[in-house]
């Protein structure tokens, strides 16, 4: 029923307004003696000169988000560099708003993540004649100085290949699938489109019984109820994210599978602990495309100091692959090692 | 003849306030209408400005006939409503108060010079001395009236009507007013003046119309008529109202109030014994009401407060509902009742409490209550569930009565402000004998606050008349009468004004 | 009054046969609707609505308001679940840590809106943004791995029933008591209608509004603590964002007025079940993700509509049997 009015997208547009003002005071406020060194229109002739880079990451509601700031700031401290973040509230004219700021102030480098990529050229040319280092996270720009970049509809493409191949072998490619989507932003409709794709590319006799707005576990949850409701047979549950395909996952569970269920299959993308520790358990949460938060934490810092060093777009630029990780596999430990 | 009504009727929820009124007024005549509160006077004048749609009848202007009129017609059809509670902008100039709204425009803009040039002319046929950029708030009430009438007459209206004009202007005033009055009716306004006092009807009327519930009593030429004539035409059949209860001086003062002060108030003493009615009488701004809510702690004070002999000392309103005081508010809307619940909330929600046991409400219990108190009160109708805003006026300030004398909450010290504002005649010698029996019978102080001085003559034991939040002078047995409040009031403001 | 339902009820209440065609809309439509498992499974989900939709009823009908549920119940979530997982908190510590939080949130909106006299408007709409941050900093990261205790919360059986319904019942009968039993339930109308009127009677139009706001924020908590025991899992980021909106149209469509004084629980919990039914069906029938945004705006746009008939219709069915019976006696409703 909170889907009614729970998009949480509608939620911080009706917050928006005040959060973004927040941030965007607290983010002048806190700054303040790193951004009067950094101004006086001195640009960044190497790495030395950057003493903070601003991350500007929209979704800060996302789960993934604290576990790359967690690997960012950590490579901050070692490179002496200090890390500024932006509240956008997941809005795009928020987002527009705090970059101007963030401009305006001169910080020495900008790492941001457009949530509508076509509409921050402007800020990114705005940044790069002012001498600011841009570099495009998630994606590329016309204007900019290097990009890290990952790709979401592969992410979406791997997940569906190997449910797809699961399906084959398993259900002998005849069975339900339930999709659990974001039609709402840019990575949510690559990832849905790799993902959904993929599948009924690979497993084209299963029966695609439904295809719900879902990005976190309680609405995945009450979304996956009311799909069970009618097909309680289902057997693929895929997840624009983990958290939506935990809540499908638990939905299974309280519909009376057995959570080792051999004809079942749970699968999500991001790589959040919570997944990460069912597949490993080998429960029918079998799959996530996992993000290497680390690689991408690491590449929030590295990327504009190597900007700063002279190093071009092509070279500069860093492309983080997205794994998909299942039960066995050592990549598996490792990430789950790094939320420790 | 300027103005026509013919046959005008109106209820509200069973309550007949008009009857079948016939007016009519000339031009170039002052018309006195009169009556007691609840006579159908103000409903009347609603009509006219447009207020309510009339149930039957014609409103006829100029010529021109109207089953009823919005407010706009009612200004379009040349009639002009001057309230006691004036509707001009404090923050305004007096030149912006008369064009609110109606502004002169030339090619899109507000042409200031052809409305000042307008509004000097305007003041000058009134007689007003305020310059147009005064702000209206400094002015004296008696300006700021005519600054009101300017802006009525700006409409070039054909009847103007005058709602108990001198109730809050100073003896001075009063004399300036009533020249402007004649003045207009020189030039062949038709007048309807409303009041209550003899002199003014005297002096200024041509002829006059008295209401009683709702229907002409008497319409009558003034010509050759005595003060006898018109005194009895007003006067109601002799009511029965218990005689007033005996009090002993020997008795300790139930409420006693000892330099009370506040904002605009004090210090105030007064002292009210068991069984005794006193009335404040004062004018609209004296300060009655203000006093009234501090000694009931709605207003911050300093001074003392004893209620049978212990002292208030906090002041909350809870703290004096524990002490035995009871106040039945002024603004019975705003203040007093609870429009949307039922008769039964109104009545018993401070009482529901000391009914319920173990926190349960004992809903047995609250309806006998409320039958005992719609009895002795003669709520009618004495439906419980009813909501309250479905009653009528009198029987809703029953309610608010009933919410502290009902025998179950502790009430020693009754406050009443302005206890039959908007009531009719019938409830309002109801009230008047709940209260009298109350002081009588279960020995209550009653402390009420009037501007109204037939009511405080009628009802008071004795009077405290309050000017600029003091009270200037005490009327008790055959001294208090309505000439000797009037007078005590306006003297007193017009010594003042010779002295300065 | 009746057992049976007359039509003077159907109209006070234009929810029920709003829900009744929904219901066998549904049913013709997918076949499954009717099923135990598919309304034991909406009883469930509007379970932690209902918790938090009653207490904000009673303060909407004593004139105020709390926009901040939705964070609240975040903020809830994480206290119960940051202390099942890091520290193996058992049940009671958890759902008491997690009241504890709710409360204290309670305490500040009642404090700034009934003691200082803010508008509770701008002053939840502020905690709503503050409380979120809270919540996201404290656990970042989702929580997961809860225990067995805390699992109980959202996951038993009561009388054959899952305990978030049971304790949604509970607290529907705990507040329908207080309003229709107690005086305090009288001085909650009062104080909604008129204020100054209730503050001249002696009621506590502090106390009163001050504990709303506080039951309020203890339900919100609680909610999050069932919803994050029933997941096994908690995203502060995204617990609860939208609810306050979810709330406040029950509240709404259940026929509380926002201006306060008039409202009746019945009302809510059919604005609870209208919302959870809904959403259901919607995605029983697999209606497209914006279509359901549409779907879900003019069912709202009806219901609205229907509770704006509703008074009219209520009159209306009033006159007719009572017509016969009744002459005078009745008041009829003044129009000034």
């Known amino acids: ?340 | 003849m300027a103005l026509r009504v013919t046959g005008l009727r109106k209820s509200f929820g069973g309550v007949h306030a008009l009857q079948g009124v016939d007016l009519t007024i000339e031009a170039g005549e002052v018309h006195a209408l009169l009556g007691h509160n609840g006579a159908g006077k103000s409903t009347l004048i609603k009509a006219l400005g447009g207020a309510f749609q009339p149930d039957d009848g014609t409103i006829e202007v100029g010529g021109r006939s109207h089953a009823g009129l919005t407010p706009r017609q009612s200004i379009e059809a040349g009639i002009a409503i001057i309230f006691q509670h004036l509707s001009l902008v404090d923050s305004l100039s007096v030149v912006d108060n008369i064009f609110l709204g109606q502004e002169q425009r030339r090619l899109g803009m507000v042409d200031r010079r052809r409305q000042r040039e307008a509004a000097q002319r305007l003041l000058d046929r009134l007689g007003a001395t305020s310059s147009l950029d005064s702000r209206v708030g400094d002015l004296p009430m008696g300006q700021k009236q005519l600054v009101e009438i300017a802006k009525a007459l700006s409409r070039d209206p054909v009847v103007l009507v005058l709602d108990e004009p001198t109730a809050a202007l100073s003896s001075h005033e009063i004399g300036a007013l009533e020249r402007t009055v004649r003045s207009l009716q020189e030039q062949g306004l038709a007048i309807c003046y409303v009041t209550h006092l003899l002199g003014e009807v005297e002096r200024l009327a041509d002829r006059m119309t008295v209401l009683r519930d709702g229907r002409v009593h008497v319409a009558t030429s003034l010509e050759g008529k005595t003060r006898r004539d018109i005194i009895e035409a007003i006067a109601e059949p002799p009511t029965d109202l218990p005689p007033a209860g005996p009090v002993h001086d020997a008795d300790p003062p139930q409420l006693q109030v000892r330099g009370l002060a506040g904002p605009g108030i004090g210090p105030v003493d007064l002292e009210v014994r068991p069984g005794e009615i006193v009335g404040l009488y004062g004018l609209i701004g004296s300060g009655r009401t203000r006093t009234l809510e501090m000694v009931f702690g709605r207003r911050s004070r300093r001074g003392s407060i004893t209620v049978g002999g212990r002292e208030v000392r906090r002041a909350t309103p809870r703290a004096a509902l524990a002490a035995g005081l009871a106040l039945v508010p002024g603004d019975r809307g705003r203040q007093g009742l609870f429009a949307s619940l039922t008769a039964l909330d109104n009545a018993l929600l401070p009482a529901q409490g000391v009914l319920s046991r173990f926190g349960l409400r004992r809903r047995r219990a609250e309806a006998e209550a409320f039958e005992r108190l719609a009895t002795s009160l003669a709520v009618h109708p004495a439906t419980p569930n009813a909501p309250a805003r479905a009653f009528s006026g009198g029987n809703q300030q029953k309610l608010l009565l009933g919410r502290w004398i009902n025998g179950i909450l502790p009430t020693t010290v009754l406050l009443l402000d302005e206890p039959t504002q908007g009531v009719d005649v019938r409830a309002r010698h109801e009230i008047y004998k709940v209260v009298r029996t109350i002081a009588s019978e279960r020995r209550t102080a009653v402390l009420f606050a009037s501007t109204d001085p037939e009511e405080v003559v009628a009802l008071a034991d004795r009077a405290l008349v309050m000017q600029d939040g003091r009270v200037i002078g005490e009327l008790a047995g055959a001294a208090l009468d309505e000439d000797a409040l009037l007078h005590a009031v306006h003297q007193s403001d017009s010594d003042l004004q010779e002295q300065s | ?336």
Not at chain 1, 17 to 40: D, E, Q, R, Y
Not at chain 1, 269 to 277: C, K, N
Not at chain 1, 305 to 310: C, F
Request: hydrophobic share 50%; proline share 4%.
């Open chain 3, 1 to 336: 009054m009746s057992t049976t339902v007359n039509p003077r009820q159907l109209a006070r209440y234009p929810l029920i046969p709003v829900i009744v065609a929904m219901a066998i809309g549904f049913e013709l439509s997918t076949g499954s609707f009717m099923g135990s498992q598919n309304l034991l499974g909406i009883a469930t989900d509007s379970a932690t609505l209902a918790i938090v939709a009653v207490p904000s009823a009673l303060l909407v009908i004593s004139g105020y308001l709390d926009l901040s549920v939705g964070s609240t119940y975040a903020l809830g979530a994480v206290a119960a679940g940051w202390l099942a997982s890091e520290h193996g908190g058992g049940l009671l510590t958890c759902v008491l840590l997690s009241l504890l939080a709710g409360l204290a949130v309670g305490a500040v909106n009642g404090f700034l809106c009934c003691v200082v006299g803010l508008s509770p408007f701008i002053v939840t709409l502020g905690t709503l943004t503050a409380v979120r941050g809270l919540a996201q900093q404290f656990a970042p990261l989702p929580l997961t791995s809860f225990g067995d205790s805390f699992a109980w919360l959202g996951g038993a059986k009561v009388a054959g029933l899952p305990s978030p319904v049971v304790i949604a019942l509970l607290v529907v009968l705990v507040a329908g008591a207080i309003l229709a039993l107690t005086p305090v339930g009288r001085h909650i109308y009062a104080i909604g209608v008129s204020r100054e009127a209730a503050y001249l009677s002696g009621v506590r139009v502090r106390t009163v509004p001050f504990t709303l706001f506080l039951a309020t924020g203890a339900c919100a908590a609680l909610a999050g603590a069932i919803k994050a025991s029933v997941l096994g899992a908690v995203q502060s980021g995204t617990a609860g964002s939208g609810f306050e909106l979810a709330v406040l149209t029950a509240v709404l469509v259940g026929g509380v007025a926002l201006t306060g004084g008039s409202g009746t629980l019945v009302g809510v919990v059919l604005g609870v079940a209208f919302l959870g039914i809904l959403q259901n069906g919607l995605t029983l029938v697999g209606v497209p993700t914006f279509w359901q945004q549409v779907a879900q705006g003019l069912a709202l746009v009806v219901a609205a509509g229907l509770a704006y008939l509703a008074p009219r219709l209520e009159a209306l069915a009033a006159v007719r049997p009572q017509a016969a019976r009744r002459t005078t006696s009745e008041p009829t409703p003044a129009t000034t």
């Open chain 1, 1 to 340: 029923m909170n889907a009614v009015v729970k998009k949480s997208v509608d939620r911080r547009t009706f917050l928006a307004w005040t959060g973004g003002i927040g941030a965007a005071v607290l983010a002048s406020a806190c700054s303040a003696p790193s951004s009067t060194k950094a101004s006086g229109d001195k640009v960044a002739k190497s790495s030395k000169d950057v003493d903070t880079v601003a991350w500007d990451y929209p979704f800060t509601f996302l789960p993934v988000y604290a576990g790359v700031a967690k690997f960012a700031k950590e490579r901050a401290k070692e490179k002496g560099v200090s890390l500024e973040q932006t509240n956008d509230n997941g809005k795009p004219d928020v987002q527009a708003s705090n970059l101007d700021t963030l401009i305006a102030k001169k910080v020495p480098a900008i790492v941001s993540f457009p949530m509508v990529f076509e509409a921050l050229e402007t800020q990114a040319a705005k940044a790069l004649s002012a001498g600011i280092i841009w570099v495009t996270y998630g994606g590329t720009l016309e204007n900019q100085s290097a990009s890290i970049t990952f790709s979401f509809e592969e992410g979406g493409r791997k997940l569906g290949e190997d449910a797809a191949a699961w399906a084959q072998e398993n259900l002998g490619g005849k069975g339900k699938v339930a999709f659990l989507v974001d039609d709402t932003i840019q990575l949510g409709i690559e990832r849905t489109k790799g993902m959904i794709d993929a599948f009924t590319a690979a497993a084209p006799d299963m029966e695609v019984v439904g295809r719900e707005q879902a990005i976190d576990p309680d609405t995945a949850l009450t979304k996956t109820k009311a799909i069970l409701a009618k097909h309680p047979d289902v057997n693929v549950v895929l997840g624009i994210t983990d958290g939506a395909a935990f809540g499908g996952y638990k939905a299974l569970v309280e519909s009376g599978r057995s959570e080792t269920d051999a004809k079942t299959y749970v699968g999500g993308q991001d790589g959040d602990l919570g997944s990460l520790e069912l597949i490993k358990k080998g429960t029918f949460y079998r799959a996530s495309a996992a993000l290497q938060l680390r690689d991408i934490g690491n590449a929030v810092i590295d990327v504009p100091l190597a900007v700063a060093d002279g190093k071009s777009d092509a070279e500069a630029s860093t492309d983080v692959p997205i794994t998909l990780v299942k039960q066995g596999d050592a990549l598996l430990d490792e990430i789950i090692a790094q939320y420790g």
